[in-house]
C-alpha cells in the first residue's frame, strides 16, 4: 500500500501555537503515525502546498493508493487542474481520508456537490466521538467514546449528502452533536471524512485518533486502480454483445 499525506503546511509557518505542537508539519506527524500504524503500508510520502503541482504531478498520483487531505486558509490556493487529476484517480478507485478543515477543501465539495458547510465555534470544547457502527472496519480498537479535551466544535446542520455508512457521531460542550465519521463511495473510489483535528490542538498527537485514521487507511485501500474501460461508455449497436462473443 503507498500512502500520500497532503497537507496545507501553512500554519505552521505563521502560528508559533501550531508550530511548537507540529514543528515539522501537521503533515509530518500524520505520515510518521500512518507509517507505524498501518498494516500493509510499503510506502507514505507528504506534499505540500507550496510545492510544484501541490506536490500531486502525475508520478505521484499514479504510485498513490490512499491520500490524506488537511487544509484550512490555503483551499483557494489549491489549482483546479490538481483536483481534477486528484478526482479522476478517486473515481478509479484510490481512497481519500478528508481531515477536520478540508470539508471545505476544493476537492471534498467537488465529490460531495454541496456546499459541505457547517456551524463551528472555536474554543476549547470537549469533543466526545461516539461509535454509532461498532462492526464497521473504521471503528476497529476503537474506544466508545474517544474524549478529545480540547477541540473546535463542528455541529449541525451538516451540508454534505447522506453518508453511505455513518461510523461516528461526536457530542461537545456546548451541547452540539455532529456526524463526525462519514463514508463515501464515488465511482470506484472509497472517502472518509473524520473531523477531529483543529491545528491549534495536539489532536493528531491522541493515539485513539491515530487508530481512526490508521484504519480508514486500510478501509480505503483498493487493490486495484483503474479507469473504467472507455469502450462501456461509447453508443453501441444493437447486438454488439453476440458480434464480439463470436470475435473472442
Known amino acids: 500500500m503507498r500512502v500520500t499525506v497532503w497537507g ?45 503541482e501541490h506536490g500531486l504531478t502525475d508520478a505521484v498520483l499514479a504510485n498513490t493508493d490512499v491520500m490524506t487531505w488537511w487544509g484550512h486558509i490555503g483551499h483557494h490556493l489549491v489549482d483546479n487542474a490538481v483536483v481534477a487529476k486528484v478526482q479522476q484517480r478517486v473515481l478509479a478507485g484510490m481512497g481519500l481520508i478528508v481531515l477536520h478543515s478540508a470539508h471545505l477543501s476544493r476537492i471534498f465539495t467537488r465529490l460531495m456537490g454541496t456546499r459541505c458547510f457547517l456551524r463551528w465555534r472555536e474554543g476549547k470544547d470537549r469533543e466526545m ?29 451538516f451540508d454534505i449528502p447522506e453518508p453511505d455508512e455513518l461510523v461516528f457521531i461526536s457530542s461537545y460542550t456546548g451541547g452540539e452533536v455532529f456526524r463526525s465519521g462519514c463514508c463515501f463511495k464515488r465511482g470506484r473510489g472509497r472517502i472518509f471524512f473524520f473531523s477531529p483535528g483543529h491545528e491549534t490542538y495536539p489532536v493528531y498527537h491522541q493515539a485513539e485518533v491515530q487508530r481512526v485514521i490508521c484504519n480508514a487507511v486500510e478501509w480505503a485501500h483498493q487493490a486495484e486502480i483503474s479507469e473504467i474501460d472507455n469502450s462501456l461508455l461509447l453508443m453501441s449497436d444493437e447486438g454488439w454483445f453476440e458480434n464480439q462473443k463470436a470475435t473472442d
Open 129 to 157: 466521538v461516539w461509535t454509532v457502527s461498532p462492526s464497521h472496519p473504521i471503528a476497529r480498537g476503537v474506544p466508545h467514546p474517544i474524549i478529545v479535551p480540547n477541540q473546535e466544535m463542528y455541529g449541525e446542520f
Open 8 to 52: 496545507e503546511n501553512i500554519h505552521e509557518h505563521k502560528n508559533a501555537t501550531v508550530r511548537s505542537i507540529y514543528p515539522d508539519g501537521m503533515h509530518a506527524t500524520i505520515a510518521e503515525f500512518i507509517r507505524n500504524g498501518v498494516e500493509g503500508v510499503e510506502q507514505v510520502t507528504t506534499a505540500t502546498l507550496d510545492q510544484d
